[in-house]
């Protein structure tokens, strides 16, 4: 099995910062892509962010500038460090992975439970 399991989400006051963190742990052979998606009340899920190997990364346009996601290899975890956080930057973010389990599987697509971020005044 492999788990996605996420931490650092929370109740900021707009203009703040926050730090998520995901690690992937179980049978693991390599990891493709790490990253976050989020999903507002009433709204579709959407990229936050994925970086992928080797060091490429893809942001939504919106969020340039003020997140940054970085990975630890080592650890199997990827961070997402948010700035100038907004009101609209309300909602459940997801931790993803693409990954390879073993030398005969293929790559698949896994999800963290999600972490609540919220940011009110």
């Known amino acids: 099995q492999v788990q996605l399991v996420e931490s650092g989400g929370g109740l900021v006051q707009p203009g703040g910062s926050l730090r998520l963190s995901c690690a992937a742990s179980?049978?693991?052979?390599?990891?493709?892509?790490m990253g976050w998606y989020r999903q507002a009340p009433g709204k579709q899920r959407e990229l936050v962010a994925v970086i992928t190997s080797p060091e490429s990364i893809n942001y939504a346009d919106s969020l340039k500038g003020r997140f940054t996601i970085s990975r630890e290899n080592a650890k199997n975890t990827v961070y997402l460090q948010m700035n100038s956080l907004k009101p609209e930057d309300t909602a459940v973010y997801y931790c993803?992975?693409?990954?390879?389990?073993?030398?005969?599987?293929?790559?698949?697509?896994?999800w963290g439970q999600g972490t609540q971020v919220t940011v009110s005044s």
């Open positions: 179980g049978m693991i052979l390599s990891i493709n892509a």
């Open positions: 993803y992975s693409r990954l390879r389990r073993t030398y005969t599987s293929y790559d698949s697509d896994y």
